[in-house]
């Protein structure tokens, strides 16, 4: 099954103009370079930085994601952006529920569901995130835990054309340490399986699974060549030009 791997970067709450417009060019001149790379780029910056970015990407093959969406289309909801409002910038993309908005906004499985559903309605595409604590890891609830995030924050109306999944075991992120590779395949090949369970086979079988926690040039090949990994999204590492293309190369692209 072809699955277009995505090399999506997650700038979080980084950037000042000048250094992230500097990073947007830097990133579209290597892709451009790169000639027709078969991999899908994508970069997130902060709300702050779309329009700049977008401007700095032109005539690049790097889509552009937001890092949040609220679930209404507008109205009273003070510091809120809409999908709306993501898609008239120039937005294709939106994360929605990474552990970080989980665990500082207190954000459910039910409320990305909404999000979700608001993002697809609005004709973006989301990327849901999922994964587990160190401790529900060490309790041996990784798969449990993934599984009732994507029972709960991915909708039914869910495709692979409007959906990409990131298996982001929270320990990992940002702190250099990963599972290893049979452990991302494990967890990966549990995911499709309740994805098809809830979505359908077919749906299941194309949509992308990333991974993400620590990505970074010297393990991109170990995990992107994994069978269920479509790709990976990378925090740190996507801050540096360098880096970030070294991903996608060290991975065959
Ligand atoms: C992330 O926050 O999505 C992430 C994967 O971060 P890092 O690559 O820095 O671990």
């Known amino acids: 099954m072809a699955r277009k791997t995505m090399i999506a970067g997650n700038w979080k709450m980084n950037c000042l103009s000048a250094d992230g417009i500097e990073l947007a060019k830097g990133i579209a001149s290597e892709v451009k ?12 910056p902060p709300f702050t930085l779309l329009s700049s970015v977008k401007k700095a990407l032109r005539g690049a093959k790097v889509a552009l994601g937001a890092q949040d969406a609220h679930f209404n289309v507008k ?14 910038i120039g937005c294709t993309y939106v994360i929605l529920g990474h552990s970080e908005r989980r665990a500082d906004h207190k954000e459910s499985n039910e409320l990305i569901n909404k999000k979700a559903i608001a993002a697809n309605q609005a004709g ?48 990992a992120i940002g702190t250099g340490k ?23 086979k077919a749906n299941a079988n194309k949509m992308r699974i990333l991974y993400g926690g620590s990505v970074k040039p010297s393990n991109a ?10 790709g990976a999204l ?3 590492a ?3 030009v ?8 060290n991975a065959g692209f």
């Open 33 to 44: 370079s790169m000639g027709k790379p078969e991999c899908e780029f994508l970069v997130c």
């Open 234 to 236: 990378i925090g740190g």
């Open 178 to 200: 990963t599972p290893t590779a049979n452990d991302v395949e494990e967890v990966h090949a549990a995911v499709r399986k309740v994805l098809a369970k809830k979505l359908g």
């Open 124 to 171: 973006l595409k989301t990327v849901i995130c999922i994964g587990e604590t160190l401790e529900e890891r060490d309790s041996g609830k990784t798969i449990e835990v993934c599984t009732q995030q994507i029972l709960g924050s991915v909708p039914d109306s869910a495709t692979a054309a409007n959906t990409v999944i990131a298996y982001e075991p929270v320990w």
């Open 238 to 240: 996507s801050l540096k």
């Open 242 to 249: 360098a880096d970030f293309i070294a991903i996608a190369k």
């Open 221 to 230: 090949k170990e995990f992107l060549s994994l069978e269920d990994v479509d």
């Open 75 to 88: 109205g009273a909801h003070t510091g809120d952006i809409s999908p709306e409002m993501l898609k008239d």
